[in-house]
Each structure stands twice: as C-alpha cells, then as structure tokens.
C-alpha cells in the first residue's frame, strides 16, 4: 500500500499549527475599552494556516484548537464566539483568495484584498452574533437573546448597543486588523521560499515515482 506523503505532510503541518496556535491562545491582553474582552495572537497562526494549507486545513485547525480550549478552560459561548471570529474571518479572505485566483495581480495585493474584506465581514458577523445572543449568553451563562438582556435590564437598543456591542466592533476591528498586518509582513519572503520549498519536494517525489514506474516497465 503506497504511502501517500503530501497528506501525511500536511497532517503534520496541521497538528503544528493546532499546537502552536493552542499554545498562544494562552497569552492574553485585555482590551482597554471593556478589559473582560481578550486579545490572544492564535489567529495569526490560523491565517498563515489558511495562506498554505487553505480553507478546510485551517477549519481542522480551528476544530481542534476549540476543542482543546473547551476542555481546558471551559466556556461553550465563548468558545462559539472564538471560533465563530476565526472561521467568519478565514471563509471570507479563502472566497476572495478563491475569486482572484485568475487575476493577474501582485500577491500582496491579493493578500490586502482578502484581508480588508475579511476585516469588515468578521466584524459584522460577530456584531450580529453578539448582539443576538453571545454576549447576553456569556453574562448569564445561560443560553439567551439580546433581547432577553435588555428586558431584564431596562435598557434600551441604544443603551444595550453602546455599552456592549460597539465594544465588540472596535475590539475585532482592531484585532483582525493587526493580525493581517502582522501576518502580512510574513509574507515579504516566507511565503515563496516556503513555496518552492514545497512545490520542489513535490516534483522532485514525481519526478522519482515516473523513474521508478518506468524502470519497472522495462524490467
């Protein structure tokens, strides 16, 4: 049975970047604005994840990942929003990678491209979500709705979107920000030494199975 080296590679490459990325997610630094919100750099290992290994590599990244944190750490609603922020982020920069593919751009530029609209789409997708039910989840520990919260509470959508929401847009718009550039500047050599690399061990390993595969035939 031939033993099939690109997927164990990049099996390898995914269990690397659940690891390190795990590891990160311990290191923390609270938002100013609202200091319960947290700022961890796992999703810069993620997005690299996505630049190399692509979109369903980096879903089993984030799979594992929540995982791991959940049995660590606890907290279903805060896990949801994790991976929530990482996978909204990453479908939307693979879909554009995805519709530039034929473009005859720059990488960087592609890069920005995928990036920026990343950028916008997670912070509204997480406003959305938190202002439907994570956040209002999160304070009780209980499955909720906005809606419920503000009940509660007297407040009203103003209020209730002032005080927690617009939090959530300033922090993800900050962090999605930072993680593009600081991933970004990655990529100004990594990436196609990284590719050659790569793409090198792949035709190298053709090039030695046709060799092998024609040896036999003559023999």
């Known amino acids: 049975m031939a033993v099939d080296i690109k997927k164990i590679r990049k099996m390898v490459y995914i269990a690397v970047a659940a690891a390190l990325a795990t590891i990160l997610s311990f290191v923390q630094f609270p938002y100013p604005v609202a200091p319960y919100m947290k700022f961890d750099p ?7 994840c996505t630049v190399f290994l692509g979109w369903p590599s980096t879903v089993a990244v984030v799979l594992i990942i929540s995982l791991f944190i959940f049995f660590i750490k606890g907290g279903i609603f805060g896990e949801i929003a994790a991976i929530s922020s990482s996978l909204i982020f990453m479908s939307a920069y693979a879909l ?9 751009a720059h990488r960087a530029i592609k890069y920005a491209i995928g990036c920026a609209v990343g950028v916008v789409i997670a912070t509204i997708g997480l406003m959305t979500l938190n202002y439907l039910f994570i956040t209002p989840s999160n304070i009780f520990q209980e499955f909720t709705t906005g809606f419920t919260l503000m009940k509660r509470w007297h407040m009203t959508q103003k209020e209730y979107f002032t005080e927690f929401i617009v939090p959530v847009m300033t922090c993800n718009l900050i962090k ?10 990655t990529q100004i050599k990594l990436p196609e030494r990284f590719k050659r690399r790569f793409d090198s061990k792949e035709q190298v390993e053709e090039n030695s199975s046709d060799t092998n595969l024609e040896a036999s035939i003559e023999k």
């Open 42 to 48: 796992n999703d810069i290992v993620i997005l690299i």
């Open 96 to 104: 554009v990678m995805w519709l530039l593919r034929k473009r005859k």
């Open 176 to 185: 999605w920000s930072a993680i593009s550039v600081i991933t970004g500047l």
